[in-house]
């Protein structure tokens, strides 16, 4: 199907005329199902050749609607795990002993070895420093891997954890350096991430040193909560933002507390969609949502991206003085704003 976005010509650029340094912007939402992979694959479809990068390491889904062509692999090394060597082996058993985490698999026959569990070994070595027979050496863990791939729109930085695997902060930074490489390389004028959920480690690694968030959010308490928690999280890197509430006609009351908490924090506000099934119908499909028609939510996030060059613009004459609000006591975007973590 031909992707239904505007031409190249008609494209916006993607960086602050003024400076043309290489911009990094992320899409966050502090919270899963506001809409934010399908916000990000569109500003990547609208943008001119932007390196994109899926920092939602734990569950991607960008590759979904972007449909990559891997060109390039590699592991993800990261902490340590035990290794048995069945020759050494005396099958004394003295490691299963010392291990804490049930790690170590006690043979079922005379046939089988000791072996290690790698979902279980938390690299504590202590394994290896009773084993009589050194038969036990550490090793540095394979977490998943990273691959750089083409799509219709530009390179994907992405990944594949491991089951089980941990330490996904460390991977994104590890992708995020990737993009930059590669955006050198193609002259790239904007790295686009698609955040990960929450305020943890992958959304802290996602933030560090980027330019711009552009928050999605939907009108919920449960998700003008967790807009105010990655608000803070973003102010405390001094980034500026900007915002755009998703399915706004599901609550309007909530909707217009978003707005104000937009203008109270120093955000931008991008834009607003109604609630439009063609977001989940464009992902069935493995489209964009600005590919799958031109009306309705497709409209907004057109208005949105062209707001955003327009914020990214003026961002850049006024830096570094155009900030997130950080101030305390921290405005609530509603009065009755929920504790963290009481069900909503
Ligand atoms: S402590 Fe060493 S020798 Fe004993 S079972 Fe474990 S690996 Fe084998
Ligand atoms: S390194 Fe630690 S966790 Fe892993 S198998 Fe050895 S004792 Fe168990």
């Given at each position: 199907m031909k992707p239904n976005v505007a031409p190249p010509s008609h494209r916006h650029d993607n960086v602050a005329p003024a400076s043309r340094r290489l911009l990094e912007v992320v899409v966050l939402s502090g919270k899963g199902g506001a809409g934010k992979t399908s916000v990000a694959a569109s500003f990547a479809a609208l943008a001119d050749r932007p390196v994109i990068v899926d920092c939602d390491v734990d569950a991607p889904n960008m590759h979904l609607v972007l449909k990559p062509v891997v060109r390039e692999r590699g592991g993800f090394r990261s902490g340590w795990?035990?290794?048995?060597?069945?020759?050494?082996?005396?099958?004394?058993?003295?490691?299963?002993?010392?291990?804490?985490?049930?790690?170590?698999?006690?043979?079922?026959?005379?046939?089988?070895?000791?072996?290690?569990?790698?979902?279980?070994?938390?690299?504590?070595?202590?394994?290896?420093?009773?084993?009589?027979?050194?038969?036990?050496?550490?090793?540095?863990?394979?977490?998943?891997?990273?691959?750089?791939?083409?799509?219709?729109?530009?390179?994907?930085?992405?990944?594949?954890?491991?089951?089980?695997?941990?330490?996904?902060?460390?991977?994104?930074?590890?992708?995020?350096?990737?993009?930059?490489?590669?955006?050198?390389?193609?002259?790239?004028?904007?790295?686009?991430?698609?955040?990960?959920?929450?305020?943890?480690?992958?959304?802290?690694?996602?933030?560090?040193?980027?330019?711009?968030?552009?928050?999605?959010?939907?009108?919920?308490?449960?998700?003008?909560?967790?807009?105010?928690?990655?608000?803070?999280?973003?102010?405390?890197?001094?980034?500026?933002?900007?915002?755009?509430?998703?399915?706004?006609?599901?609550?309007?009351e909530q909707a217009d507390r978003a707005v104000r908490f937009a203008a109270h924090r120093g955000l931008a506000l991008l834009g607003s969609a109604a609630y439009d099934p063609a977001f989940t119908l464009a992902q069935m499909r493995g489209l964009t949502v600005v590919e799958s028609n031109s009306a309705g939510a497709s409209a907004a996030l057109r208005a949105a991206w062209i707001r955003l060059q327009e914020t990214l613009a003026e961002q850049e004459k006024r830096r570094p003085a155009f900030r997130v609000t950080a101030s305390q006591p921290n405005p609530s975007p509603s009065p009755e704003r929920p504790a963290t973590g009481q069900p909503t």
């Open positions: 795990e035990a290794s048995i060597d069945p020759a050494a082996c005396g099958r004394c058993g003295r490691c299963a002993t010392e291990c804490r985490f049930g790690a170590i698999v006690r043979p079922g026959t005379r046939e089988e070895h000791w072996r290690v569990e790698p979902l279980f070994c938390e690299g504590c070595g202590a394994c290896e420093r009773v084993c009589p027979r050194h038969a036990i050496a550490m090793r540095e863990a394979e977490r998943g891997e990273w691959l750089r791939s083409d799509t219709r729109f530009g390179p994907l930085i992405h990944a594949r954890m491991a089951p089980g695997a941990e330490n996904s902060g460390k991977l994104v930074a590890f992708l995020r350096k990737k993009a930059q490489d590669v955006a050198g390389a193609n002259g790239a004028g904007l790295i686009l991430c698609d955040g990960p959920p929450g305020i943890g480690c992958p959304a802290i690694a996602t933030l560090s040193g980027a330019d711009h968030v552009v928050f999605v959010t939907e009108p919920s308490a449960s998700g003008l909560h967790d807009l105010e928690r990655a608000v803070d999280l973003a102010a405390r890197f001094r980034l500026p933002g900007s915002l755009f509430i998703n399915k706004a006609d599901l609550d309007s």
